[in-house]
């Protein structure tokens, strides 16, 4: 198809002319308004707000009608409902229907319902209140961790998965527990026991009798050499004589022993509100044990004062102990032989508890009183019952054992202290000089006097009279 040049040039001519009418056609099609919209309106949750404008409107439009409801109660007045949170727009259009304003309607938690019930269950608390999106934030310097708890466990009611936590706990948060164990052990033996025997050639050398406790006299031995004391025995006496062919001797065993023992253990032990801690002083002793193919392993059983506690602030001062103590020793008596081995036993004494207390307040969380008593009386038959003469065939044991522990503990608030301040136990000893030591006889020498309970214990005179009176 052939064209003419001019004809180009008109057809060109024309759309450079039509084309501003194309884009003011278009541009007139599509307007978009621009305008700021009003301050955000606050609405709390399944609460109403009514809104005056200030030019009369004629439509009203609710971008998400689930976040907020309206309605028009005049020309002038909008009725405006909070539903579920979140945040959506208003829009207000006039009798022309042009824009009058937009309005961010934000919808929230009732904040005012919730502070009022956070004032009331928890007062003198400096807790901040703030909503964010859909939620709660909270933030301040609260007393405890309990009191914060009750906080949030309150905010849920209101914003149930939708609580921020932004508060601290403030105040001290370190617990020293300071725990007593005294044991005091008693016990008291008393035994007497009589041996009669009697030998010679009386009877042509036939005669040889002893009593229960004594030692058989076979005619042709001497008085002394049959006769022994039995071991363990204190005190003993022996006396005989002779009658003719008649060899008599009497033995009198005498036995009283007391017995005092004093245990006292103060371990202390700082840790964090909620934080375990433990303590162990004393050892581990090795307990073989039987394996597969015959082999023996080994295994360490701890022994000696053993605490273990979780304390936790719950209000200020108000603390909540959880604890374990212990205080164990080997005791060879109720041990077992296996093989060429020799395992000693434990004797341990033990409370598990949760008690809760003030600061510096103490509580007797264990006590045992263990009374142990035993008498055994024996004799040889007929001879015993005689009067006066039947005491030289009896024997008479007593023996009597008393126990007596108690645990006691005390919790203490407590900060941390400049290094300055805390004096060891070595700080006061010092090596003595070879003139101290060899001249003098000291082995070490104070370079000044402690204070508080340890100098208390070193102030005292072992060299007395100490434990209980046994009668």
């Known amino acids: 198809m052939y064209t003419s040049s001019p004809f180009k040039a008109a057809l060109l001519g024309a759309v450079l002319a039509l084309t501003p009418i194309a884009q003011s056609v ?34 009203l439009s609710i971008a998400n009608p689930s976040i907020a409801d309206i309605s028009s109660l005049s020309d002038r007045s909008i009725y405006v409902l909070g ?28 904040l005012s319902e919730f502070k009022e019930r956070l004032r009331q269950i928890i007062p003198d608390e400096k807790i901040e209140v703030r909503s964010a999106n859909d939620g709660i934030v909270l933030s301040g310097v609260v007393s405890s961790t309990a009191r914060m708890q009750r906080a949030l466990e309150l905010a849920e009611r209101y914003a149930p998965e939708r609580v921020s ?28 026991k009589s041996s009669v025997s009697l030998g010679g050639t009386v009877l042509d050398g036939d005669l040889g009798i002893g009593s229960e406790t004594g030692t058989w006299i076979d005619s042709g031995n001497t008085l002394g050499s049959p006769v022994t004391v039995s071991p363990g025995t204190e005190g003993g006496i022996l006396f005989g004589f002779t009658s003719g062919g008649l060899e008599v001797g009497i033995l009198l065993e ?3 022993s007391k017995g005092v023992v004093r245990t006292l253990a103060e371990p202390n032990l700082t840790a964090l509100s909620g934080q375990e801690a433990k303590f162990l002083a004393g050892g581990e002793y090795p307990v073989p044990v039987s394996q597969e193919n015959g082999r023996i392993s080994v295994e360490f059983k701890p022994f000696g ?11 200020k001062d108000l603390i909540n102990l959880e604890l374990e103590a212990a205080v164990s020793s080997l005791d060879p008596d109720s041990g077992i032989d296996i093989g060429s081995i020799r395992i000693d036993g434990f004797s341990r004494r033990e409370t598990s508890t949760t008690v809760e207390m003030r600061d510096g307040e103490s ?60 004096a060891l136990p070595t700080d006061r000893v010092r090596p003595p000089s070879e003139k101290d030591l060899f001249l003098f006889g000291r082995v070490a020498n104070d370079t000044r006097p402690l204070r508080g309970a340890a100098g208390e214990v070193a102030k005292q005179d072992f060299s007395g009279s100490y434990g209980y009176v046994m009668d």
């Open 363 to 422: 509580f007797a969380i264990a006590g045992l009183l263990q009374d142990d008593f035993r008498d055994l009386n024996g004799q040889v038959p007929w001879l015993g019952d005689i009067p006066v003469l039947g005491a030289l065939f009896r024997s008479a044991e007593y023996q009597r054992e008393q126990s007596e522990l108690v645990i006691i503990v005390t919790p203490h608030l407590v900060t941390p202290t400049r290094g300055e301040a805390l």
């Open 26 to 59: 278009a541009a007139d099609t599509l307007r978009v308004i621009r305008k700021n919209t009003e301050s955000a309106l606050n609405v709390p949750m399944n609460r109403a707000v009514v809104v005056e404008s200030e030019v009369p409107f004629a439509e």
């Open 254 to 256: 005498a036995l009283e």
């Open 83 to 110: 539903k579920t949170p979140g945040t959506t727009t208003l829009t207000i259009l006039d009798g022309n229907g042009q824009l009058i304003t937009n309005v961010d309607v934000k919808v929230a938690p009732d």
């Open 305 to 315: 004062v053993e605490l273990n506690f979780i304390p936790r602030v719950v209000d």
């Open 165 to 192: 936590n932004l508060m601290s706990v403030g105040g001290v948060q370190q617990v020293m527990l300071k725990v007593r164990f005294a044991e005091m052990q008693r016990s008291v033996s008393k035994a007497l």
